[in-house]
């Protein structure tokens, strides 16, 4: 211990006698992180003496020494030093962890085990931009990393090493392996990012357990019956093309026509001239969503050809593509979306064992049975008859029922508010009906009438089983008044259009605590919607839509659908889940030829101005 003092004191004085020879020391941005304390790793240059670098640093020359012990024997250039950073600097280091880069990391291994966006780790490291180097330390954000812990570190699993075949994609790889698509991309990133090469090697993580697909519910038991189903023949797909036809009504024509500009919501309107239609405004909107998938299916090892139709809005026309022999090839239909042109397509498809797919229209009055339609969206009587299956009836609240008196005799809303009593009967609890009609009172009278049904003690749960637009504005504007006058507490729920009507201000929404019913709902949160909203505006030049997000969706779920099971699928999509962009598909068989999204989320306008969301 002696020896070291006396060999510091030695140094320091060396130190001392040559100040006035010293370059200037630049300050390093590289920092490290030890044992809870922070350091900033300099390089020793030529010319520079302990005592120019503590002076540099603002640190004392016994803390660089205490921190670095190989420095009695004297500094040499090239020498990495731990400068103690100071107290002033460790506040903001609070913030911070620092990753020193190790031989063959990578910028996108690393984003992964901090999980940190590697724009982020480039924005704190601009040094970066033009390639990690051995032994670099990397600033990262501490407050972004979340379950780092959970996650396996990549050098702990083990790996079995393929060379990728001829004609072999991803799919194929990890059929064969038993591990999804996705852990083959997380570990092998670098390598396939601009697609699958022969020859590549890539490293596949081996399977813990029996392998079940990523994306799939598996029924854990299985009767007899299901034993023989369909969906447990292991189809193999062989990685031929899957033909897939594409209807769609492009072309502008017609000064009236009907258009769907809601979810499941048909309206008559005229069309401005001059300018683009809603409706072939939506479908050029759908079909750039749709070749977004077709991309991302590509890579993922999925082949696919292509026929796009334009109906014209024409049932002739329909019917002239129907003839074509490219169309009776095809393995899955989507689209049109007119009920005209829809009712010969779903009878072809029936006819010659086509999975034919309705995007947006989802009304089956109409239509005859055996049709094998599968219905992406919904009708308000479909919502409305989810939300009643899925209603949890809490005692302590109230709850009001507000119906349209002009249309109370409808058979929807009988069918709807029988579904509802017998909700209420099981449970032991009743509801208040009240039956009103737009104009026909005045906005006064109204509200006494609601303050009569409304409880100032509990929550009291409004649904108005509505989308006609006067009607909910006029209802939810008595409901606003009453509510901020008598500061209720409410919960008030409807149907998805909602969110559409022009004449409905967004502050009744929040202020009413309004849930609103949807079979789609975008969190732009999502890392994988925030992909495909740079993708298509890159692709494009426009934002993406509901429909572009609805056109990802479908050509994504029901082409991976075709590669699990094959053209013979509709029976296996009540087991099968898929996380696409805005939808959670729940397939079921509703009526024999019809198979119906039974999905729903619950769309949240909080008092507080947020939105947030809940699914059943």
Known sequence: MIKRILALLTLLMFSFILFSQEVEVKISKNRVRVDGKTYFVHIVQQGETLYSISKAYGVSQSDIAINNPDIYAGLKVGQALKIPAKVKETKTDEDYIYHIVKRKE????????????????????????????????????????????????????????????????????????????????????????????????????????????????????????????????????????????????????????????????????????????????????????????????????????????????SPQEVSKILNSADFAESELVVGPYLFDEIKPVAQFAAQNNIVFVSPIYSNKEGLADKQNIISVSQTLQNQLEIFVKNLKVDSSKNYVVIYDSTIWYSHNLKHFDSLLTQKFTSEGKTFTRYYHKTAAYKSVDVQKRLLKMLKRDTVNVVIVPSDDEPFVAEILGSLYAVKSYYNLNTEVYGPSRWRKLKNLPPDYLFALNTHVLSPFFVDYSQDAVKSFVEKYREQFRSEPTQFSFLGYDVAFYFISALKEFGTNLTPCLSTYRLRTLQANFNFNIVNEGYTLNLHQFVIRYAPDFTISCVCY
């Open 106 to 313: 990578t910028l996108f291994g690393i984003s992964r085990m901090y999980n940190v966006s590697m724009d982020e780790i480039l924005r704190l490291n601009p040094e970066a931009q033009e390639g990690l180097k051995f032994s670099q330390t990397l600033r990262i954000p501490k407050k972004q990393i979340s379950n780092i812990e959970q996650e396996p570190a990549v050098d702990s699993l083990e790996f079995i090493l393929h060379e990728v075949q001829p004609r072999e994609g991803l799919f194929a790889i990890s059929r064969k392996y038993g591990v999804s698509p996705k852990e083959i991309e997380y570990y092998n990133h670098d390598l396939i990012k601009d697609g699958l090469k022969l020859g590549t090697t890539l490293r596949i993580p081996k399977p813990k357990t029996v392998p079940i697909p990523e994306a799939v519910e598996v029924m854990v038991e299985a009767n007899e019956e299901d034993k023989m189903s369909p969906c447990n023949d292991y189809y193999s797909y062989d990685g031929n093309p899957f033909k897939v036809s594409l209807l769609l009504p492009f072309t502008q024509t017609g000064s009236q026509t009907q258009a769907i500009v809601d979810d499941a919501d048909q309206k008559n309107f005229h069309e401005p001239a001059g300018q683009l239609s809603q409706i072939s405004q939506v479908s050029f909107e759908f079909y750039e969503g749709f070749l977004l998938a077709l991309d991302t299916l590509k890579r993922l090892g999925i082949s696919v050809n292509l026929n796009v139709y334009d109906t014209k809005r």
